[in-house]
């Protein structure tokens, strides 16, 4: 006899078969449960991720905009930078004319000195001019010839001092001034002083030999080629880089200086 041809058997088998089936579906349902839990965490990590992607684009983002004003900002720099080059530049380029010009202008006065010296301009060698003292006021010839060398030498800034009570000092060192005035220097007019020590003839007065103007020693040289003895005298109290013009009573050219005409 088949064990399927009895009932107790094929009752424990179906029990069995039940109980197979009750096992499968719990199963079954554990294996969705953890599918499900497995995938809601693969979501949770892939909404995670797609936050930090997120975060971190927007990090290069704001690192870009960043990188992007700093090169704005060197670009405008370097922009002014190049205008202010151009413009020292320029100004150099202008300096570098301005001294080519004073070099030509002093070139030419030292030439004009020279013709002076020789005689072209009709003025005798120094040692033939007779000297008269104490002449009140400059000839208009000297005048013109004087003029003539500072408008061909560099224009500068100098104070003219008389001394105080002579009037010799004082007509002579206005006739200075209005020479000075007239081939384009800066003056402040003819200043009335006293001295410690005695004045003799024409003095270049400055602070130092190394604070002392360039057209000094022009002018120094322009004195001297007209027949005029001049001294300089060095004294802090001046200022720096100033230049003074002490005029005293002094032998002077009879053919360059005498009394003003009535």
Do not use: C
């Amino acid at each position: 006899m088949s064990w399927w041809d009895s009932i107790d058997t094929v009752s424990r088998f179906n029990s069995w078969m039940q109980l197979a089936v009750i096992v499968f579906a719990l199963l079954a349902a554990v294996s969705g449960f953890l599918v499900w839990l497995s995938g809601n965490k693969i979501s949770l990590q892939h909404t995670e991720s797609a936050a930090l992607a997120r975060q971190k684009i927007k990090t290069y983002e704001n690192t870009s905009l960043s990188v992007h004003k700093e090169l704005v900002t060197l670009q405008q720099k370097q922009f002014e930078t190049e205008q202010l080059l151009k413009v020292a530049n320029t100004g150099l380029s202008k300096l570098r004319k301005q001294l080519k010009k004073a070099q030509k202008k002093q070139l030419e006065a030292e030439q004009a000195l020279d013709r002076i010296k020789s005689g072209r301009d009709r003025i005798s060698h120094e040692s033939e001019i007779p000297i008269t003292p104490k002449q009140p006021a400059l000839f208009p010839k000297f005048s013109e010839q004087f003029l003539d060398i500072l408008k061909k030498g560099p224009e500068g800034i100098i104070d003219i001092y008389a001394v105080q009570g002579d009037s010799v000092s004082n007509g002579l060192a206005a006739d200075f001034d209005t020479l000075f005035k007239k081939a384009g220097w800066t003056t402040n007019g003819v200043a009335q002083s006293t001295f410690s020590q005695k004045i003799n003839g024409l003095v270049l007065a400055f602070n130092s030999k190394d604070t002392a103007p360039s057209y000094a020693s022009f002018l120094l040289h322009a004195f001297n080629k007209l027949g005029i003895p001049v001294s300089t005298r060095i004294n802090s109290k001046y200022p720096e880089w100033s230049l003074s013009l002490i005029v005293s009573d002094f032998p002077v050219p009879s053919s360059g200086t005498g009394q003003n005409p009535p």
